[in-house]
């Protein structure tokens, strides 16, 4: 690893264990940011939306770090540390019946609310047909994700590890988001 990476790693590493909630936090947003844009370019958008991407940075910083920062230590807590394979299986599934849907929903109602603008009755309507799709899906890729992320990954570095994947899931969802709009036109 050159010397310049290298350092910025320790650096991020150091922050991470000083301020932990405000590094996540800020790693999600610039991940958010990632992800949108690359949603954004796959969609064909050739004007970087500025509006939609600052938004976007908002939700990650906001809500998807510090979500994660506290799910994670309450996962921790409830089992104790524990990492065997029993106990992994057990954290998967409650996250999968309890903040996968939730976070799936939340971020569709959001996107629909706040970054379209679009009335209630229609976020509404498209969450009443794009959600379970949605959901299933998640239910396929994420419960590997967390599995990895339970049995291999340390505490500290467990919302990092889920941010990055959840790049590429947003990327997903923006996708999805994008072919509901298109639908309606």
Same mark, same amino acid.
């Given at each position: 690893?050159?010397?310049? !990476? =290298?350092?910025?790693? *320790?650096?991020?590493?150091? *922050?991470? #264990?000083?301020?932990?909630?405000?590094?996540?936090?800020?790693?999600?947003? +610039?991940?958010? !940011?990632?992800? /949108?844009? +690359?949603? *954004? =370019? &796959?969609?064909?958008?050739?004007? $970087?939306?500025?509006?939609?991407?600052?938004?976007k940075?908002?939700?990650? +910083?906001?809500?998807?770090?510090?979500f994660?920062?506290?799910?994670?230590?309450?996962? /921790?807590?409830?089992?104790?540390g524990?990492? /065997?394979?029993?106990?992994?299986?057990k954290?998967?599934?409650? @996250?999968? &019946?309890?903040?996968?849907?939730?976070?799936?929903?939340?971020?569709?109602?959001?996107?629909?609310l706040?970054? @379209?603008?679009?009335?209630?009755?229609?976020v509404?309507?498209?969450?009443?047909? @794009?959600?379970? =799709?949605v *959901?299933?899906? !998640?239910?396929?890729?994420?419960?590997?994700?967390?599995?990895?992320?339970?049995?291999?990954?340390?505490? #500290?570095?467990r919302? &990092?590890?889920?941010? &990055?994947?959840?790049?590429?899931?947003?990327?997903?969802?923006?996708?999805?988001?994008?072919?509901?709009? $298109?639908?309606?036109?």
């Amino acid at each position: 690893m050159g010397s310049l !990476a =290298k350092k910025g790693l *320790q650096q991020y590493l150091l *922050q991470l #264990q000083q301020h932990p909630l405000r590094t996540k936090a800020i790693t999600a947003g +610039v991940l958010s !940011a990632i992800s /949108d844009i +690359v949603a *954004q =370019k &796959i969609t064909g958008i050739q004007k $970087l939306q500025v509006r939609r991407l600052l938004l976007k940075v908002l939700f990650g +910083v906001a809500y998807l770090g510090p979500f994660g920062h506290f799910l994670h230590l309450l996962l /921790d807590k409830l089992f104790k540390g524990k990492r /065997d394979k029993s106990t992994v299986a057990k954290k998967v599934l409650l @996250e999968q &019946i309890t903040s996968s849907p939730w976070n799936n929903l939340l971020f569709m109602v959001y996107y629909g609310l706040v970054i @379209e603008k679009r009335p209630w009755i229609q976020v509404k309507s498209n969450i009443k047909r @794009e959600y379970p =799709k949605v *959901q299933y899906t !998640a239910w396929a890729f994420w419960p590997v994700v967390g599995w990895v992320n339970h049995l291999y990954v340390p505490l #500290q570095l467990r919302v &990092i590890f889920h941010s &990055i994947i959840a790049c590429c899931w947003g990327i997903f969802l923006n996708l999805r988001a994008r072919s509901m709009v $298109l639908k309606k036109a």
